[in-house]
């Protein structure tokens, strides 16, 4: 029998920092400069005719949903290029032509791969065949896909009980295939289903379900272009959501006042070309931005805090400046917010948000007299203990100024993978929903379980803990991707059975259960053929509107299988016949599918035919002033605590956040053009004066270290280089940091890893 030794979860080495250089950051985002790199990597990866016309059929009617962020299309599109840069390159690292098949797992051992880096796993290519690696191996070996699917049968029915088996799902499967997963694992019964949404926005749905009843965003694309002022708050839109940045342009033509709330200046909020106006190629750039708070991390609420200090002392003079009518007749809480802010001191909160007053004023007097307003946030806001409180306080200065349920205003949580929104409206979810469940009864005809189940932090810890024994995933990285890698990894090798469903070659492949299987699967950009038929899926954009995409391009293998084919089939060996569903059929008709979904998920409505040409947008109570499911009956002004650090001497504030070359654990090159930065990813952003004070030099090589619950967790050789983020802050890449972000530390009532907020110090390695 071949030992076993220890796998690698997370390269620490790379000590060999010769090739790192620095330059002023690109400050020209999305423009000329953002095709031509786009296009770059399409050919490189892809070949020229084949990326030149798959791009074109990229967010366009008729063709496929970018693989990559949420941001929705324009309705009246037919524009020559809906994409951007970093949507081409998701594009061109899902299309690539280079491939790995069972030769070059024979050839090299998951140990072997273990050593290299994520940005090398994922240059191989794609998986074009099913794999197992069984228990006396350390190779991968092919395996067909009925064996695979009878081995996770079984280990599914070698269970005690259904809670030992956990189902996680990335963003980007379409509605059919989580459909299809959700009513699997409650079929099985258990609703452990942790999703990607945990690590990721479950601060804004908490937040939002709490103060307007719905867990999702109101605005639609278009209220976008015609709002007065757009707050955009904790989010990098030039690098995560580029297309956004289109749409902040109409805005400002039309008057409209961008105010960006970030520790960073982010390239693309200034200096913006835009790639799709003629004019954009050649014009002179413009400032998105037209005002820049330089928050310090997680001071959001004491800023907010400030803001309506001062609104309400403007308000005092004249009631012009909140919306009273409106506070009067949809909300609560009103009078409870004013009397609890004059707990606070106005200079005191100052100090705390590292911004000049000077800035605030700035932000108050292009607040005061506008009330179309909508606010726009990522995981700048989402992934700190206090982030849903911190969202709660953004959408009370919504509700102060009655920017809520009308044109022009609301919420934009700008969502990441391109359908985590719709994965989750179909049935992803941890916990229990009753209608649902009620639902799934009469139109299914099984019991689901009512008993909720484990989100992401929950599924960590009932593995190590030796609670859970088969974990499968539909896609992702759940092990790079999830905080305190190296807990997380001892946790999924304590498993019997891990599943990974995927496209592309990580480390989730090689740090595994005892068993391990990699089942390939398409990309949204191929085409899903079954028995002659051309089969599309739906997705739902980051606004609520779904609708259908279709694959264009050629299978990067003939041995891949659909999602949904590939749980059908799991769940038919698993039932053997024995269920109300007929799985097989389920699972192979998606029209069919989309039938059931109508019937058993609330606002899903004659999908097959509305989900053409431009899709249909799903209900949503906040855009018709709904708040009939919240107390009193009423939107929810709230009482949210300020932050509290207490750092000491030498400790900073870490912030793990993308670059611009990485789709979250996917690393698509070394370099992060709009922070200057090339060919290195293991850097330390921080302020010049605190390197000065630390005696620390551009480039020296630190190791970062946590401390939490006396457990200390270290990141070794990064190097360290001088950036313009306020005193006591650092920023650093992720995944490489989530080794320091501790699995018990997480959002309040959002479990959200704290993966912007993490205390740490810094040693000269
Ligand atoms: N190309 C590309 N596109 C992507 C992704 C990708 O990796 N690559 N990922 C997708 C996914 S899943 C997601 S969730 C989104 C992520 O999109 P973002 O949330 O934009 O991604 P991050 O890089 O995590 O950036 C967080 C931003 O918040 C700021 N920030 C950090 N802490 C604070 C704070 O306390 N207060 C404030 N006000 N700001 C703060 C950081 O400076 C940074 O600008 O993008 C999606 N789109
Ligand atoms: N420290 C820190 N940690 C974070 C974050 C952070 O900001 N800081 N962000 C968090 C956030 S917002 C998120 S969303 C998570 C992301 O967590 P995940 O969604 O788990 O990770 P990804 O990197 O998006 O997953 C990439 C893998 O998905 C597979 N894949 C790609 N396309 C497809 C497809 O079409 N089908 C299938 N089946 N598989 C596919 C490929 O094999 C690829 O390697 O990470 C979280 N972790
Ligand atoms: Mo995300």
Redesign the pocket.
């Known amino acids: 029998m071949i030992k076993r030794i220890d796998r690698n979860v997370s390269i620490t080495g790379n000590t060999d920092f010769s090739k790192i250089r620095l330059d002023k950051p690109v400050r020209i985002a999305a423009g000329a400069l953002g095709v031509k790199e786009a296009l770059k990597h399409g050919f490189k990866e892809m070949g020229v005719v084949r990326s030149l016309g798959t791009l074109l059929q990229m967010n366009q009617v008729g063709g496929f949903e970018c693989p990559?962020?949420?941001w929705p299309d324009p309705e009246k599109s037919s524009k020559f290029a809906e994409y951007c840069e970093?949507g081409a390159?998701?594009l061109a690292d899902e299309a690539t032509t280079s491939k790995i098949d069972a030769n070059f797992f024979a050839k090299n051992s998951v140990e072997e791969l273990s050593q290299l880096t994520d940005f090398e796993l994922n240059k191989f290519g794609r998986l074009t065949e099913p794999l197992v690696l069984m228990p006396d191996s350390i190779y991968y070996q092919p395996i067909t896909w009925q064996k695979a699917y009878e081995l996770v049968a079984q280990e599914l029915s070698n269970l005690n009980e259904p809670d030992e088996a956990i189902f996680y799902t990335s963003?980007r499967s379409s509605n059919e295939a989580a459909f299809m997963y959700g009513m699997f694992a409650r079929a099985l019964g258990t609703n452990n289903m942790p999703d990607?949404s945990n690590m990721?926005?479950e601060s804004s749905g908490v937040a939002l379900s709490e103060t307007l009843g719905i867990g999702k965003g109101s605005i639609k694309l278009e209220d976008l272009y015609k709002a007065e002022v757009v707050i955009v708050?904790?989010?990098?839109?030039g690098?995560?959501?580029?297309r956004m940045l289109s749409a902040l342009e109409k805005c400002k033509a039309n008057g409209g006042k961008i105010i960006s709330?970030?520790?960073?200046e982010?390239s693309g909020l200034v200096n913006f070309k835009n790639p799709q106006h003629i004019e954009g190629w050649i014009g002179k750039p413009i400032d998105i931005a037209d005002l820049h708070l330089r928050?310090?991390?997680?001071?959001?609420i004491p800023l907010i805090k400030v803001i309506i200090k001062k609104l309400a002392a403007l308000d005092q003079l004249d009631n012009s400046v909140f919306d009273h009518e409106f506070i009067n007749q949809y909300t609560s809480g009103y009078d409870a917010l004013m009397n609890d802010i004059e707990n606070f001191k106005i200079d005191k909160l100052i100090v705390q948000t590292g911004v000049s007053e000077k800035s605030i004023d700035n932000a108050v007097s292009l607040l005061a007299k506008k009330s179309n307003i909508v606010v726009c946030?990522?995981?700048?806001?989402?992934?700190?203990k206090n982030g849903v409180e911190?969202i709660r306080e953004f959408i009370n200065l919504l509700l102060l100024k009655g920017a809520i349920g009308k044109p022009n205003a609301g919420t934009c949580p700008?969502?990441?993978?391109s359908n985590?929104q719709g994965d989750r409206s179909v049935g992803i979810m941890h916990f229990v929903n009753q209608d649902l469940n009620a639902r799934i009864k009469k139109h299914l005809g099984f019991t689901a379980p009512d008993k909720p189940g484990f989100d992401v932090v929950n599924a960590i810890k009932a593995m190590h803990d030796g609670r859970a024994k088969v974990f499968m995933c539909l896609g992702g990285n759940f092990l790079m991707a999830a905080s305190d890698t190296k807990y997380t990894a001892e946790a999924i090798q304590n498993c019997r059975l891990t599943v990974q469903v995927s496209t592309k070659l990580n480390r989730s492949h090689l740090v595994t259960g005892k068993i391990a299987l990699i089942l390939p699967t398409y990309g949204r950009s191929e085409k899903d053929i079954k028995e002659g038929k051309e089969r599309f899926i739906t997705v739902e954009n980051s606004m609520g509107r779904v609708r259908q995409s279709k694959g264009v391009l050629k299978p990067a293998s003939n041995n891949l299988i659909s999602e949904p084919d590939i749980i059908a089939s799991i769940a038919n060996a698993y039932f053997k016949g024995n269920h109300p569903v007929d799985w097989l059929k389920l699972g192979s008709d998606y029209d069919l599918m989309r039938d059931i979904i109508d019937k058993v998920v609330k606002g899903f409505d004659q999908t097959n035919k509305k989900s053409k040409g431009v899709g249909y947008y799903l209900p949503n109570n906040v855009r018709n002033l709904d708040f009939s499911m919240l107390p009193d009956g009423k939107a929810q002004i709230t009482l949210n605590k300020l932050p509290n650090h207490q750092l000491k001497k030498d400790e900073y504030l870490l912030?793990?956040?993308?670059s611009?070359d990485?789709?979250?654990t996917?690393i698509y090159g070394l370099d992060d053009r709009y922070r200057g930065v090339y060919n290195e990813r293991r850097v330390i952003f921080m302020n010049e004066e605190d390197m000065k004070e630390r005696g620390f030099k551009k480039f020296d090589v630190l190791n970062i270290t946590s401390l939490y619950d006396k457990i200390k967790r270290q990141a070794f050789n990064f190097k360290v280089i001088p950036y313009a983020i306020p005193k006591g802050d650092i920023?650093s890449y992720?995944p490489e940091t989530n080794i320091l972000v501790p699995y018990n530390h997480f959002a309040d009532r959002s479990y959200t890893p704290i993966?912007?907020?993490v205390k740490v110090t810094l040693q000269k390695a």
């Open positions: 990559s962020c949420a970093n390159k998701a963003g990607c990721c926005h708050a904790g989010q990098n839109p690098t995560n959501h580029p709330i970030n520790p960073l982010e928050v310090r991390i997680n001071q959001d946030w990522a995981m700048g806001l989402t992934q700190h911190t700008v969502r990441g993978h985590v912030m793990t956040i993308r611009h990485q789709f979250n996917t920023a992720y993966s912007k907020s």
